[in-house]
């Protein structure tokens, strides 16, 4: 019996180093090529588009909560032989429409609130960025996330483990850089900036037609609609606070060009812990909350986060010292906090997650959209507190 335990140790920790640990690393890099552009960026957001720093956290939480979700449903329906593994499945067409839809109108909810937190430099023309760069980067994510399912499922490999990460990571580095080219190209030439939005809103309403959604469909995703609309007002919690702190962060450099890394990086682990555990409970593998094998996961990927933090620290100041010339300190605190952090979204996303399944509530819709964005609150807090600390 103590071999056979000591064996699936071995094995998970060999999954966790060679699979999962090498899409978070994938993962960092990516969302610190989003940081490289909002430390470049930060001041001119910061003094002429300020409302974009209300909804950016929003916007990033968003794009884990709709296409993590998403993820974990590809992977789900993979498993239960409800879907194809292959991109010419009609149902990936209509998942990606909809998670265009999903993305639009929560992130135009948090541009009102901007508007009545009285932030209204520029606010039609970030209304327009908003709506341009949802359409666009929730078509590439989208279909970025059925092929990273699909190709993980056919390697033999365990898409929870590979596909959320990879996709809350690449909607970092997709969302960041895509606000900036809106925001160069308005200020270079408006009318090509207009003549992209009409292009880009009809775009929509093409694929929308021939994607030939029922309204059923919507139906059947409406707890997700729900949710992630409700979670993104609630990240405005996280918006204010960057927005108020920014001119803080903006002196601690390091940190606006860790801060995406850092809110993906959380809020991945937590979506490995939500998405292995609504899979599980979907094929009857958990009885229990003490669930040996569950807690097992959690401790062996807990090793990976020191690993994590070290590297966010380290490339976020090589990113400033080589790439964008700005001389910045190490965060030592960063490297000694980060995985304690990391061991608390985990255990939160594994009891949410077993919680919801309890009542009749599907994980997948529910549970990695809200832990991606109370990580992203919780990333928010966390990074303020640490420029605390650094700047005084």
């Known amino acids: 019996m103590g071999v056979i335990i000591l064996l699936e140790i071995k094995t998970k920790i060999r999954h966790a180093y060679t699979t999962t640990l090498i899409s978070l690393v994938v993962s960092l890099v990516i969302g610190l090529f989003g940081g490289t552009f909002l430390g470049k960026y930060f001041k001119k957001i910061r003094s002429s588009y300020p409302g974009l720093l209300v909804i950016l956290p929003g916007m990033m939480g968003l794009r884990g909560n709709v296409f993590g979700s998403m993820a974990s449903r590809f992977s789900t329906?993979?498993?239960?032989?409800?879907?194809?593994?292959s991109l010419k499945d009609k149902k990936i067409l209509k998942n990606v429409v909809l998670g265009v839809i999903l993305s639009l109108i929560p992130v135009t909810f948090l541009w009102g609130i901007g508007i009545i937190e009285g932030i209204r430099e520029n606010a039609f023309?970030?209304?327009?960025?908003v709506i341009s760069s949802t359409i666009l980067v929730s078509v590439i994510l989208g279909y970025f996330t059925a092929f990273v399912t699909i190709f993980?499922?056919?390697q033999g490999s365990d898409p929870d483990s590979v596909?959320?990460?990879l996709v809350?990571?690449?909607?970092?580095?997709?969302?960041?850089?895509?606000?900036?080219?809106?925001i160069l190209l308005l200020e270079s030439t408006k009318r090509g900036f207009w003549m992209i939005n009409v292009f880009f809103v009809a775009f929509l309403m093409g694929v929308l037609l021939v994607s030939q959604i029922r309204r059923g469909e919507f139906f059947y995703l409406r707890n997700l609609f729900i949710t992630i609309t409700f979670l993104a007002l609630l990240s405005v919690i996280s918006g204010s606070l960057l927005e108020k702190?920014?001119?803080?962060?903006q002196k601690a450099i390091l940190l606006s060009i860790a801060y995406p890394a850092l809110l993906s990086s959380f809020g991945n682990y937590g979506s490995v812990i939500a998405a292995k555990t609504s899979t599980k409970l979907h094929l009857g593998e958990i009885e229990g909350y003490l669930s040996g094998e569950m807690f097992l996961e959690i401790l062996v990927l807990f090793t990976t986060t020191p690993i994590i933090g070290t590297l966010i620290n380290l490339l976020a100041f090589v990113i400033a010292k080589y790439l964008l010339g700005i001389n910045g300190e190490h965060v030592k605190l960063l490297i000694l906090t980060y995985p304690f952090m990391a061991l608390f979204i985990m255990l939160y996303a594994y009891t949410l997650s077993y919680l919801l399944f309890q009542k009749n509530i599907n994980p997948d819709h529910v549970a990695i959209p809200l832990i991606s964005n109370n990580s992203d609150i919780f990333g928010t807090i966390y990074t303020i507190l640490i420029a605390k600390l650094m700047v005084g």
């Open 77 to 85: 329906m993979l498993y239960l032989g409800d879907l194809k593994p």
């Open 163 to 165: 596909a959320a990460p």
């Open 168 to 182: 809350a990571s690449m909607g970092d580095l997709l969302t960041i850089p895509s606000l900036v080219a809106f």
């Open 152 to 154: 993980t499922f056919r």
């Open 125 to 129: 023309e970030i209304l327009m960025i």
């Open 245 to 249: 702190y920014s001119p803080l962060i």
